[in-house]
């Protein structure tokens, strides 16, 4: 078993809240690129959740990816989600990667 530490915890946990508001902003919505790009994004979200707690997503904090280089979401969810709690927790999502991880 991978031993998970403190702040692959907190990515996770960050990651959680991100994938919870996004499958609300896909129960709420009758719009069908406002599902489809949700159900993309909670799919991106789990992915890199299961990433982290296997070991296998890099870190920045070990060298393993170039400096300033984020996990891209922010940019996705800005183009369909707008400003909101969602892009505020992708925010924090990508914050936390770029400077815990």
């Given amino acids: ?3 998970v530490d403190a702040a692959v ?3 996770v ?3 959680d809240v991100a994938t919870v508001i996004a499958q609300e902003m896909k129960n709420s ?3 069908a690129c406002v599902i489809q790009a949700a159900e993309v994004t909670i799919k991106n979200l789990k992915g890199f959740r299961s990433l982290a707690l296997s070991g296998g997503l890099p870190r920045p904090s070990r060298g393993e990816v170039a400096l300033g280089a ?3 979401l922010r940019r996705g969810v800005g183009e369909w989600a707008g400003a909101g709690k969602l892009v505020e927790a992708i925010g924090q999502v990508e ?3 770029e400077h815990s991880l």
């Fill in 1 to 3: 078993m991978i031993t």
């Fill in 9 to 11: 915890e907190e990515f």
């Fill in 13 to 15: 946990r960050l990651l």
């Fill in 29 to 31: 919505s009758r719009d």
């Fill in 70 to 72: 984020g996990l891209d």
């Fill in 95 to 97: 914050h936390h990667y």
